[in-house]
């Protein structure tokens, strides 16, 4: 499917009958059980799924191609790389009404990916798969958190990729109604990706088994029975834990333990006021810390605001209070009355 730019400068036809829309949100990674990729099991990530933000887009037949919104570049590059894949050369109007920040460490490139992916099947028919979209785009060559997370929400451990498989859920468990995550964005700032990203890998050290067996046990042996039992204490120690092996282990490659200066400086505040729910995600630059409750949440965005106004800034933090997400993308099918939510209880 070819695309000049002139026919991208075009209106499309408003006669093109069906609109699929579809609605994902952003994740947190909270880090790999094997960092480096070179152990017998490499990679495996432990992550959530959040209720913000979100990325929203729609799609439908037109005359010629038109994509519009925010990551339209990104949008219009998975979208002719499914005409492709399937053997479907038509042309599309693709409208990106909001989209999840990128690089920003919140997964918002696998996310955009599946809700074009899955906006494309859905609006030709086609049964596919978060899985198949991935493969097809290319997504989930080292964590499947965001795959999971769109297809079911939850907080989620995957195994890691493996024998040209990507990677597979381990284990799924929704996450209290009533805890809040403080997120901490740096516009001004960006983490690794690309080739950079790759660079990182490639330079990094192996990690031992001992360490990797170690950090998957006390994620399947503590971190998720802690989201079970609603133990707030035990589930933020587990994610301390294996946030400072991440920010030790990738230091070099990031310029230390955070991505941002002004989100570290932020995140070292809260741990001094007695939280150790904290850390980055992937690779930052947006940082986190968990509350119990909205009145803890409050508490937390009174001492991130603080330390905000003290910095020397020209674009300001951005602080946003999020809570987790237990369900998958919402995809509103033609013909259908209401959204509908791909799953609520696993894969």
Not at 187 to 208: C, I, N, T
Not at 299 to 317: H, P, Q
């Amino acid at each position: 499917m070819e695309t000049t730019l002139a026919e991208l400068s075009q209106t499309p036809d408003n006669s093109q009958d069906r609109i699929v829309s579809v609605a994902t949100t952003a994740r947190l990674h909270f880090g790999f059980c094997d960092p480096s990729g070179q152990s017998s099991q490499p990679f495996g990530s432990f992550g959530l799924s959040l209720d913000r933000p979100w990325t929203r887009l729609s799609l439908q037949h037109a005359g010629t191609t038109f994509v519009a919104g925010p990551e339209a570049d990104r949008a219009l590059r998975y979208l002719q790389c499914m005409g492709e894949a399937h053997g479907i050369d038509r042309a599309y109007r693709l409208e990106v009404s909001e989209a999840i920040p990128s690089h920003a460490g919140l997964g918002s490139g696998t996310q955009l990916a599946l809700a074009v992916g899955a906006a494309f099947g859905a609006l030709e028919g086609l049964d596919l798969a978060p899985l198949d979209i991935a493969a097809t785009l290319g997504r989930g060559a080292r964590s499947g958190i965001g795959i999971a997370t769109f297809e079911a929400g939850g907080a989620v451990l995957d195994s890691g990729p493996g024998d040209d498989a990507l990677p597979q859920l381990v284990a799924r468990v929704p996450f209290p109604e009533s805890w809040q995550a403080l997120l901490i964005l740096d516009p001004r700032s960006k983490g690794l990706d690309g080739a950079d990203e790759m660079a990182a890998f490639e330079r990094a050290p192996v990690y031992s088994e001992a360490d990797r067996v170690a950090l998957e046990r006390r994620v399947l042996e503590h971190a998720l029975p802690a989201l079970e039992k609603r133990d707030f204490g035990v589930f933020c120690q587990e994610v301390g834990h294996l946030q400072a092996r991440m920010g030790e282990y990738f230091a070099p490659s990031q310029g230390g333990i955070y991505t941002s200066p002004r989100v570290g400086a932020v995140l070292d505040a809260l741990r001094a006021d007695g939280v150790t729910g904290l850390g980055q995600s992937s690779w930052g630059p947006t940082g986190f810390a968990f509350a119990e409750s909205q009145a803890d949440a409050e508490r937390l965005l009174r001492v991130a605001s603080e330390i905000v106004t003290t910095l020397d800034d020209g674009d300001a933090l951005e602080l946003v209070v999020a809570k987790g997400r237990n369900e998958g993308a919402e995809i509103l099918i033609p013909g259908g009355p209401t959204a509908k939510n791909l799953g609520s209880t696993g894969l």
